[in-house]
């Protein structure tokens, strides 16, 4: 069972959350739950490092933003210890959840079960601090922002265990219910087109996690902290229960052509005028961006008539703007280009499903739609089961909503 910031937010919801938890340890489950930090918390433990010191040490940082999450798992056992269940919280060093020594955004290697396995057998519950970790030094690492989801499905695979995701909603929408009202819920979603999702900005689920699940085969639920914690024990026996269940393909029967819409607004575009088309130019490009540490995202490039210079548009998240700049204004005697220019006023929006492997027309739909909107768009890329697009973003909302009608998403 893992419970997020909005759901741990003060002493009333953490007693909610147990109240969870023992529904599951009377219906005579092994319990063990994963916590993120107070909503708030890590954002404001992220500010005050900012403040502390500009180029701020990333182990530091670890150490720092990691707290949020001790507070709650201790809290959490102490509020199971008050109601008689036997309950014990682990920092992430304990457990252990081994991670690279990527800090600040590690990636978990390995949960050796036993300590956790050993509580458990006991009858006990563990309550585990998601989000971090322990790197191969020996020091603190924490998972990137929404690790905690990854924290839970880490420990399920380690375990063996299913994985409860008990959030703010009642389960995966169609589209994140905060912008579109008509939002349907799902009652099932296979691992791929979560993980689109995910990646493509619905933050539902951390993507990292999603990744664990399907490569585990972890049975993975999303589902609401604020459905009443007492109501009888409510996944049955043959998988069926509340919220949405993210599982293989052969399991959903009915699958719609496109599942799902999603949008990011952690986009910045950067286009290079006038430079030279001819060979290796790309790669002097994006050569130092990638020296830089820089993902690009959607790439377009257009030739002139003459053929003889090419324009390159392409996108990196709206943090790493400054120094894709940099790293491109550095090198412009190399690359020999005569103008950038960046905006960070855009947005990608994307639809997702399973079915557009077997259904022509999707895209053609997603350009008609925009353009009846007169919403320009900027930049494509297509992958066998999505279409992004790069639009203003001051559309977003709009073109959200006129796929989600167009696609025939709307609940009714
Ligand atoms: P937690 O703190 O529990 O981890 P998050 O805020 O990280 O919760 O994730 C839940 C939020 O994800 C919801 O409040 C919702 O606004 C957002 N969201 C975005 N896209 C979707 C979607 N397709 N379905 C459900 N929720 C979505
Ligand atoms: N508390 C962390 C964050 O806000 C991890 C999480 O909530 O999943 O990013
Ligand atoms: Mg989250």
């Known amino acids: 069972m893992k419970f997020g910031g909005t759901s741990v937010a003060d002493l009333e919801k953490i007693r909610n959350v147990a109240a969870h938890v023992r529904r599951e340890v009377e219906a005579g489950h092994q319990v063990s739950v994963v916590v993120?930090?107070?909503?708030?918390?890590?954002?404001?433990?992220?500010?005050?490092?900012?403040?502390?010191?500009?180029?701020?040490?990333?182990?530091?940082?670890?150490?720092?933003?990691?707290?949020?999450?001790?507070?709650?798992?201790?809290?959490?056992?102490?509020?199971?210890?008050?109601?008689?269940?036997?309950?014990?919280?682990?920092?992430?060093?304990?457990?252990?959840?081994?991670?690279?020594?990527?800090?600040?955004?590690?990636?978990?290697?390995?949960?050796?079960?036993?300590?956790?396995?050993?509580?458990?057998?006991?009858?006990?519950?563990?309550?585990?601090?998601?989000?971090?970790?322990?790197?191969?030094?020996?020091?603190?690492?924490?998972?990137?922002?929404?690790?905690?989801?990854?924290?839970?499905?880490?420990?399920?695979?380690?375990?063996?265990?299913?994985?409860?995701?008990?959030?703010?909603?009642?389960?995966?929408?169609?589209?994140?219910?905060?912008?579109?009202?008509?939002?349907?819920?799902?009652?099932?979603?296979?691992?791929?087109?979560?993980?689109?999702?995910?990646?493509?900005?619905?933050?539902?689920?951390?993507?990292?996690?999603?990744?664990?699940?399907?490569?585990?085969?972890?049975?993975?639920?999303?589902?609401?902290?604020?459905?009443?914690?007492?109501?009888?024990?409510?996944?049955?026996?043959?998988?069926?229960?509340?919220?949405?269940?993210?599982?293989?393909?052969?399991?959903?029967?009915?699958?719609?052509?496109?599942?799902?819409?999603?949008?990011?607004?952690?986009e910045a575009q950067v286009a290079i005028r006038k430079v030279k088309d001819k060979p290796g130019v790309s790669a002097s490009i994006f050569g130092p961006l990638a020296g830089a540490g820089i993902s690009v995202d959607m790439i377009v490039q257009n030739v002139s008539a003459d053929g003889e210079f090419a324009n390159l548009t392409f996108t990196v998240p709206r943090g790493d703007l400054k120094k894709a700049l940099k790293a491109l204004e550095a090198e412009k005697d190399n690359i020999g280009f005569e103008e950038i220019a960046s905006s960070s006023s855009v947005a990608k929006v994307s639809v997702v499903g399973i079915g557009m492997r077997s259904h022509a027309g999707v895209a053609a739909k997603m350009f008609q739609v925009l353009s009846e909107k007169g919403i320009n768009i900027e930049a494509i890329t297509t992958s066998e089961i999505k279409v992004s697009v790069l639009i203003d973003e001051a559309y977003t909302e709009l073109a959200i909503r006129a796929l989600h009608s167009a696609y025939g998403l709307d609940a009714e």
């Open 36 to 266: 993120s930090a107070m909503a708030g918390k890590t954002n404001e433990l992220v500010g005050w490092c900012e403040e502390a010191c500009e180029d701020y040490d990333a182990a530091e940082y670890d150490a720092v933003v990691a707290s949020g999450e001790l507070v709650t798992a201790g809290l959490l056992a102490m509020t199971l210890q008050g109601m008689g269940i036997k309950a014990r919280s682990w920092a992430g060093w304990q457990a252990p959840v081994k991670t690279d020594g990527a800090h600040g955004r590690a990636r978990i290697m390995d949960i050796p079960p036993e300590n956790l396995a050993a509580f458990l057998d006991d009858g006990g519950v563990n309550v585990i601090a998601g989000f971090q970790g322990i790197g191969p030094d020996g020091r603190v690492t924490t998972l990137g922002r929404g690790g905690s989801d990854t924290s839970a499905v880490a420990v399920a695979a380690a375990l063996g265990a299913r994985c409860d995701i008990y959030t703010d909603v009642d389960g995966v929408y169609t589209t994140d219910p905060r912008i579109d009202s008509r939002a349907r819920r799902l009652e099932k979603i296979t691992y791929e087109e979560m993980l689109e999702l995910a990646s493509l900005g619905a933050k539902v689920l951390q993507t990292r996690s999603v990744e664990l699940a399907m490569t585990w085969k972890v049975p993975l639920r999303v589902r609401s902290s604020f459905d009443a914690p007492d109501a009888p024990s409510q996944v049955t026996e043959d998988g069926k229960g509340p919220g949405t269940l993210v599982c293989e393909e052969d399991e959903i029967v009915e699958q719609q052509v496109v599942s799902g819409i999603a949008y990011s607004r952690d």
